[in-house]
């Protein structure tokens, strides 16, 4: 889920990594993906951000588009979490809600880096 402030100059994402993908991460850092994820591994953080600035560039986004700061969420969005509708639709004013200590921390985070 990305989370843009309209008067903030960057937008932010909660991050669900996959499992696997997470897991075999870990195991590659000597590490636990239930450690990665409740300690906001900052190795962890930087790859997603790397991997999402990627995607960005391949795809042409402005640096608007894409998330200076991402949490990693432990659970996984879904319709049981009242984060999707039944079609799976995400719930953007829902997913805030739940979110908001999280966005919050990152803008803080990134304020204090000048950004």
Do not use: H
């Not at 042409?60 to 996984?76: D, F, M, R, T």
């Amino acid at each position: 889920m990305v989370y843009g402030d309209s008067f903030k100059n960057c937008c932010v994402a909660i991050i669900v990594p996959e499992p696997e993908a997470l897991n075999k991460w870990a195991t590659e850092q000597g590490k636990e993906a239930a450690q990665v994820v409740s300690s906001q591994d900052a190795d962890f953080v930087k790859v997603i951000l790397d991997e999402i600035n990627e995607l960005g560039k391949s795809r042409k986004l402005n640096s608007l588009e894409k998330p200076k700061e991402v949490y990693i969420a432990g659970e996984a969005f879904s319709v049981e979490n009242d984060i999707l509708t039944p079609t799976f639709k995400l719930k953007r004013n829902i997913g805030k809600k739940i979110y908001q200590a999280q966005i919050d921390e990152m803008y803080v985070k990134l304020a204090a880096r000048g950004l």
